[in-house]
């Protein structure tokens, strides 16, 4: 199958057409070296389609002849000598293995025309399904799934709130306290735990339906924040001492989830004073409180101004996935972003867990999810081609060097993003997106929501994301102080 699969080009365009004019059932005659072959089409429903194809026998057998003389002067078989093989036994012991190869290479060769003359963007390697050989003419079933046909909608009729901050001086209090929070010691404490505070835990999450392991952690660090009083478990830890246990049951992704949960230890924040000893930690430009400041309010701003970004796009993206909430998805692709979510879900590779087949609940809460996913791949790829967009070399080195400032040594990052394909592919897609979306702000209608710097930041607008990521994973005010400490 990998020869149709170059043949056929499959996956290398992002123009994915569909003729309008395809009726349920048609038959048409193509040549293949100037012999016709009858195509009978149909639609299976959704994207799926079937082709019979009609194969001439004397095509067939002629093939055959010319590849049966071949072997007869290459076959040893015993009692004959090299190239003295008759015919009719190397029909005997290779006709049925060659007529077989011949019949499929001679449906894939008609398929091959068809699709090229008709331009289908196949969303899957097609399936030829031989049919058993009658007395003349045989048949060949060829089943396949194309890409959607995208009716254009232009971007003036998308519409987003776009988020607006300052940093004030009181975010920059508070952003520093979170950066010395990072250097802090943290010693422990017989009392309760309450706001502010480092929780060490344990804990075991059983499905309550049947009892199976989901999860288990040990020595788990959390910093009781305002955002941990609507945490499933984190909720739990106000009030609780070291050595202390609670079982509790919870709903999460419409499972109910029996928890155990043990405190190991309570321990208190004892922030590093402002001193030099502190400043170090920061580069030679840091020399006291001023600059400690005015570092940090470039990195809020640069902090904020990504954020809006983000989430200006993800606005964008989510209404322009809504007025193409009706667009069929391959159902092949479909499929494969679910089995991707799974694995995501559970690391990331593959595992025991992973290669087994997914039960119907487990497809159930990925498809939505990767129905978005897909659609919205879809819909740029078709922007991509249709609007002849590339990435723009200058603006990737641009990206790459915005990432690369901020480790230590940002020359060795810029030429491991060059060295590694698929480090700069993941560049380069993220440039091509950036171009769409500036297109999309210049037609669509904007409008100003105001924000603080702290709703902002904390405020997730990611359409992709499941569900809510942890502080730290979030903030990337902590992970450009952690970056330049190497």
Not at 211 to 239: C, N, P, R, Y
Not at 359 to 382: F, M, Q, S
Not at 404 to 426: C, E, F, I
Request: hydrophobic content about 40%; glycine content about 4%.
């Amino acid at each position: 199958m990998a020869e149709l699969v170059d043949a056929l080009d499959l996956g290398s365009s992002v123009a994915r057409r569909e003729s309008s004019s395809l009726s349920f059932r048609t038959r048409v005659n193509i040549s293949i070296n100037t012999r016709l072959f009858a195509v009978t089409k149909k639609k299976l429903g959704g994207l799926m389609r079937q082709m019979k194809l009609d194969l001439p026998l004397e095509k067939i057998d002629a093939e055959m002849d010319q590849r049966m003389k071949k072997i007869s002067q290459k076959v040893r078989i015993d009692g004959f000598r090299p190239g003295k093989v008759p015919l009719n036994i190397v029909r005997e012991n290779y006709g049925d293995a060659v007529r077989a190869e011949v019949r499929e290479k001679l449906a894939k060769e008609i398929f091959v025309e068809y699709a090229q003359k008709n331009k289908l963007e196949l969303a899957a390697t097609p399936q030829f399904l031989l049919s058993p050989e009658p007395a003349h003419d045989i048949s060949c079933k060829v089943v396949f799934e194309i890409y959607p046909t995208i009716k254009p909608i232009p971007f003036s009729k998308l519409q987003a709130a776009k988020p607006c901050a300052t940093v004030t001086a009181t975010d920059i209090e508070r952003g520093s306290e979170r950066i010395r929070r990072y250097y802090a010691l943290v010693s422990k404490v017989a009392r309760a735990a309450t706001m502010g505070d480092q929780v060490v835990i344990d804990y075991t999450m059983k499905s309550q339906a049947d009892g199976k392991l989901l999860e288990t952690q040990s020595g788990v660090q959390i910093t009781l924040s305002e955002k941990s009083q609507q945490d499933d478990v984190a909720q739990h830890l106000f009030g609780m001492k070291g050595d202390e246990s609670k079982q509790f049951h919870f709903t999460r992704e419409g499972d109910d989830v029996d928890c155990d949960l043990t405190v190991q230890s309570v321990g208190e924040y004892q922030l590093p004073a402002l001193n030099k000893d502190f400043f170090a930690h920061f580069g030679e430009e840091v020399i006291d409180v001023d600059t400690f400041h005015d570092l940090l309010r470039r990195q809020m701003e640069n902090e904020m101004e990504r954020a809006v970004q983000q989430k200006l796009k993800e606005r964008l993206f989510a209404n322009w996935l809504h007025l193409y909430d009706n667009l069929l998805v391959p159902q092949s692709l479909l499929h494969n972003e679910i089995v991707a979510l799974h694995r995501q879900a559970h690391g990331g590779g593959e595992s025991e867990e992973t290669n087994k087949e997914m039960d119907e609940a487990t497809v159930k809460k990925y498809t939505p999810l990767a129905e978005k996913k897909v659609r919205l791949g879809i819909l740029i790829a078709n922007v991509v081609a249709t609007k002849n967009i590339t990435a723009d070399a200058a603006k990737v080195k641009a990206a790459i060097q915005r990432i690369a400032t901020q480790y230590n040594q940002p020359d060795q990052v810029v030429n491991m993003y060059y060295k590694d394909k698929r480090l700069l592919q993941k560049i380069e897609l993220s440039v091509i997106e950036s171009t769409i979306v500036e297109m999309m702000i210049s037609e669509a209608t904007i409008t100003d929501q105001h924000l603080s710097y702290d709703e902002l930041i904390a405020t997730e607008d990611d359409i992709f994301s499941p569900s809510p990521s942890s502080d730290k994973k979030n903030n990337s005010l902590w992970r450009f102080f952690r970056r330049k400490n190497g």
